[in-house]
């Protein structure tokens, strides 16, 4: 659904986006990360065919975003992080108004009003001022906006921004839902935690260019190495005992634990478990150590600006 290949755009003497490559397919949402300023918002608008590339091409939904521009725009439904609602409006009226900027007909803009209107669970507030609704509220509006042409491809920025708990959840939750609805879903996010939660792929973005990109399991791999797990004992027990595989480093050991990295987790475990049951050993807990997007995020960052500071 999107795929882009060296795509680039480059303003005077300034590379905003340069040479990035990504392939995301249907029903799977893809995270931007980055820094302010890092290219994310820029990529955004190539894909939306509202910049032109300097160098390099995208594709989405099987449309060129130079040559078919109108066909991309109407493939996309874009969130921005300032939605521009309009407050003295219902969301009849609203939702009535971008139905009509998308040439929809009289019959199709009341079958896609009343549908995203209930799908969102606004249909009990529809006649009610947009000024008179809660962040959550305002912001499903704004992805049914988004989503009055029933396009097949999303891109969300910053979809919760300065919202409170309880509405951020209600928009991840709606986010979740619409990609299991086979729509190909591009977010630019800064909370870590709600990427961790909802993306399949993650492209990390420094300076216009893709330092990483892959599943998050694939990043923790790669930037912070094999896993680490932890073995809990019930009681005292030594671990030096234990007969452990080729692939495995006993990093640190205590009378009640020790703790071990794994290169091969799925033949390996097996073995020390296999082993483990063959001694008097009571084992209480036997756990991979947690490792978050914040750490690869942060591990990758601080050895991009290392480079750049030795170059």
């Known amino acids: 659904m999107i795929e882009t290949h060296d795509l680039s755009k480059q ?9 990035v490559n990504l392939n995301v397919q249907a029903g799977q949402i893809l995270a931007l990360l980055g820094q302010n300023g890092a290219g994310k918002t820029t990529t955004v608008r190539m894909l939306t065919a509202l910049l032109h590339p300097s160098h390099g091409w995208a594709r989405v939904a099987g449309y060129d975003v130079v040559k078919n521009g109108h066909d991309v725009r109407a ?6 992080e300032q939605h521009g609602l309009y407050m003295r409006m219902t969301a009849i009226e609203y939702l009535e108004f971008f139905g009509q900027v998308y040439s929809l007909g009289p019959e199709m803009r009341k079958s896609r009003i009343d549908h995203l209107l209930d799908y969102f669970g606004l249909a009990e507030a529809a006649r009610r001022r947009i000024g008179e609704y809660s962040k959550g509220m305002r912001q499903k509006l704004a992805l049914a906006r988004a989503m009055m042409h029933d396009p097949g491809v999303l891109l ?28 190909t879903i591009v977010i630019c996010s800064h909370n870590l935690t709600e990427v961790e939660a909802l993306a399949d792929q993650i492209a990390i973005i420094y300076r216009g260019r893709i330092l990483l990109q892959g599943t998050l399991d694939e990043l923790k791999r790669d930037v912070l190495g094999p896993p680490e797990y932890e073995i809990r004992f019930a009681d005292e027990w030594d671990a030096g005992r234990l007969d452990l595989p080729e692939d495995v480093e006993m990093l640190s ?27 008097s050993a009571s084992v209480m807990s036997f756990q991979e150590e947690p490792r ?16 750049e500071h030795v170059q």
């Open 292 to 307: 978050t997007l914040e750490q690869v995020y942060l591990k990758a960052m601080m050895e991009a600006k290392g480079r």
């Open 156 to 183: 969300l920025d910053e979809p919760t921004s300065a919202m409170d708990p309880e509405s951020a959840r209600l928009v991840r939750d709606e986010i979740a839902r619409l990609k299991s609805s086979q729509r």
């Open 75 to 80: 493939s996309v439904g874009v969130l921005t």
């Open 11 to 19: 303003f005077h003497d300034f590379m905003a986006v340069d040479s």
């Open 253 to 279: 050991r205590t009378a009640t634990s020790f703790k071990v990295r794994v290169m091969r987790p799925q033949e390996s475990n097996p073995q020390i478990l296999k082993s483990l049951s063959k001694t």
